[in-house]
């Protein structure tokens, strides 16, 4: 070493006054705790991972990494990982990539990484590592880039230098195409903000010579603000504007027509014919109206965009489903790991309340699982050594051990929110469809402009330019193009005032006139919670209940805790918790127990008549209700039927849609007896109430009933996502799952089912307004082309007329009745909290 690496590296004491001398570590130059100084060492480390650090750097000449003024500003702590992971061919498949000469490349996310240092020290990994070639460092995202020889070097080996120097590699993924999306939506924004603000000073310049014209303004003035018009217009073209005339010249590379064609035609002969005007002081420039189109296309590109980002999200919301870290254990201990990390044959550690990272078979433990997220069930099931368990589901009661089968993108989750995007991306042929209409539209304005000019240009007409240009700007596509987004962005705006988030006007047009509309019953028919539903027994015995659930977080326990909300609750002494069973302990002297009809049943000594008579009576306890029974010193005193409650304002809704003409159809993944008898309590047909349905069963039943017409489908998790997105119309209810929310057509920020009724009635208002807008946009663009090419109209007149159909599209979209404006305060006496239970109290 130098004398000065010497200086920055060794052993160094120095005087503070609040900590007086200090020995800083030779490697991170943090203070060196007292028992850790060797007296008769060289240097001194505060922890054996900036020891080991310190070494590899020494033993391979790296010796330079102390000349910087700025370095790690925490001690290494080597996480001592094996990183045997990274070597597997699932990992390979899903993060790394193979470049030529059998050469690999990935990307991974460092820990630690904060200064110049870091990626000195990073990029120096391909001289402590024979077959590592290149590895770059951008501190900003802690991204690093390697790439390796894997017949030299495995993946893991590289992984254990980066940890070993203090810096835990991780698999990156996401970030890239997130980083890219915010730049094209910034440059977007930068392109409106330009556009608007060169509108707003062209509109100043064009107010002054319009005020000139008719006050006669000096010749000089006039020919000066012209050319400030000029001006401007120019880097409007350059910057903003040049979005149309790259699409123009796409379209014109491939042969297929499109929008952008008229439009940059349009811009450019408005360009060169004012610019030609601008020259000669003769003639109009239209640069204030060309100025504002850019500007207002724009906008309107940027709104389209975003929303058609939507469908493809669907596929990254396993990371907002599933949890993004996960524990497993390795020779008897645990330790957390990103979820992207988890491969087969990994053994995970799962707590209660915590939802499962992957698809596994559960090697230890029991509990019970609630798996409403994917299979509708609204019951928790019990689950014990050698069952499988589901990426996305919860574990309610107890610890478990599970064995890793699938994850990532291979897990069921991720499967199902595959066929939601496959779904979504089936819907192209309308938009086919619309690129189609919109060629047909192009072609015929392109065609009579060019006839327009050829034709009189034959003649010497003297305005054949002139009357060409304002063809194509009178017919320019906004008004056509406004008619039927205008009103439909009305409608939404209104839509979402009522609690209804309307994604686009396909949806409004499909449930404008009915067809058939498919139900999900958890928390879409019912309320999507656990609640008491049913009790049988005294009010003495509450309290008792109460007491012993007060601690549990098993959704029964939370069902009791609503319904008997004021009731105080004893002391309990001795109180147990036997997992798939339920709980006990002693209170004021008396053993009680409450829990399933097997766990009571194993202490009970007696059963009152009463009782005995009750349980043959309710039969829906134990066949669509779940069973708890309650025992006091050994004798069964009460019994809860637990379940789900249908909402308040159901049948009424369901009878709206069905009077209408809409065919109803309840499909749902929970119980078959369950959802018959809650079809046969809405009023479902026979054969219209289908229970034990799987969320693939789901999708294929949307896509079957498809075949013989309009299917709308109505539902809340990720069970419901692929059928949702499958359907001609998916609506996404309150409380539904995020991926179920990202697929729907519609989302229903209400809990009552009213709002269905309200949305079907809306969109078939709003088609008549679509409907009305199209055929004025329509009559005007006749009009204007004639009168264009009979030489009755000029570019002038045509930039004015332009604006002015618009504007009348926004006032037919504007005062059109399609959702009207409702106070959404619930009225007096409603109910919007859990409905008190039917209850039969039975004396003791």
Known sequence: MSTDTLRLAGTIRTAHPAVGEATLCAHCSLPVPSGLIQESAEH?????????????????????????????????????????????????ALYVQSLPGGLSRTELYLEGVHCASCVWLVERVPLLQTGVLRAELDVRRSLAVVEWDPNTITLSAIARSLDVLGYPPHPFRGVARADMRRREDRAMLVRIGISGAIAINMMLAALALYAGELNGMDAGFTHFFRWVSFALMVPAFVWPGRV?????????????????????????????????????????????????????????????????????????????????????????????????????????????????????????????????????????????????????????????????????????????????????????????????????????????????????????????????????????????????????????????????????????????????????????????????????????????????????????????????????????IDAQHVVGGGLEGTINGHRVRVGSPRFVAASLTATSDVMTAALRAEDDIGRTLTPV????????????????????????????LRANGWRTVLLSGDAVDVVRTVGVSLGFADGQAIGGASPEQKLAFIEDAKRRGRVVMVGDGVNDAAAIAAANVGIGVQGGAEACLATADVYLTRSDLSALVELTDGSRRTLRVIRRNIALSIAYNVVGASMAMFGLLTPLAAAILMPASSITVVLGSWYGFSFPRKDRTPPRGSRTELAAPHVLEVAA
């Open 44 to 92: 001194q480390f505060c922890c054996t991972g900036c020891h080991t650090a310190f070494a590899i750097l020494h033993e391979h000449g790296l010796d330079s990494y102390y000349g910087f003024s700025q370095r790690r500003e925490a001690p290494v702590q080597a996480s001592g990982r094996s990183y045997e992971e990274f070597d597997h061919p699932t990992f390979a």
């Open 629 to 656: 029974h309650v025992s006091v010193d050994g004798e069964l005193v009460a019994m809860a039927g637990m379940g789900d409650r249908v909402r308040d304002d159901a049948r009424t809704a369901l009878d709206t």
């Open 244 to 572: 149309f005339f790259t699409g123009a010249w796409a379209s014109v590379r491939t042969k297929s027509l499109h929008m952008d064609l008229p439009i940059a035609i349009a811009l450019a002969a408005g360009l060169v014919r004012g610019a030609i005007n601008t020259i000669t002081g003769t003639g109009p420039i239209y640069f204030d109206g060309l100025a504002l189109l850019i500007f207002a296309l724009l906008v309107g590109r940027f709104l389209q965009q975003r929303g058609q980002r939507l469908a493809a999200d669907s596929a990254e919301l396993l990371h907002a489903i599933a949890p993004s870290t996960a524990r497993i254990v390795e020779q008897g201990t645990v330790r957390e790991i990103p979820a992207e990390a988890l491969l087969p044959g990994m053994t995970l550690d799962v707590r209660a309340g915590e939802t499962f990272a992957a698809d596994g078979v559960v090697v230890l433990g029991q509990s019970t699982v609630n798996a409403a997220l994917l299979t509708g069930e609204s019951r928790p099931a019990s689950v014990q050594t050698g069952e499988l368990v589901y990426a996305g589901t919860l574990n309610v009661e107890a610890p478990l051990q599970v064995r890793v089968e699938q994850a990532g993108e291979t897990s069921r989750i991720a499967k199902l929110l595959y066929q939601v995007e496959e779904s979504a991306r089936r819907r192209a042929p309308i938009v086919q469809t619309a690129n189609r209409l919109a060629g047909i539209f192009t072609a015929v304005v392109l065609v009579l402009a060019a006839a327009t000019f050829g034709i009189k240009a034959s003649f010497n007409a003297p305005h054949a330019l002139d009357d060409a240009i304002a063809l194509l700007i009178v017919t320019c596509p906004c008004a056509l193009a406004l008619a039927t987004p205008l009103a439909i962005t009305v409608a939404v705006s209104r839509a979402a005032g009522n609690g209804m988030l309307i994604k686009g006007g396909d949806a409004l047009e499909l449930l404008a006139s009915p067809g058939t509309m498919v139900f999900d019953k958890t928390g879409t028919i019912t309320e999507g919670r656990t609640a008491l539903v049913r009790w049988v027994g005294p009010a003495w015995v509450q309290p008792m209940v109460l007491a012993l659930e007060a601690g549990s977080s098993h959704p029964l326990a939370e069902g009791f805790r609503q319904a008997w909300p004021t009731l105080g609750t004893p002391d309990v």
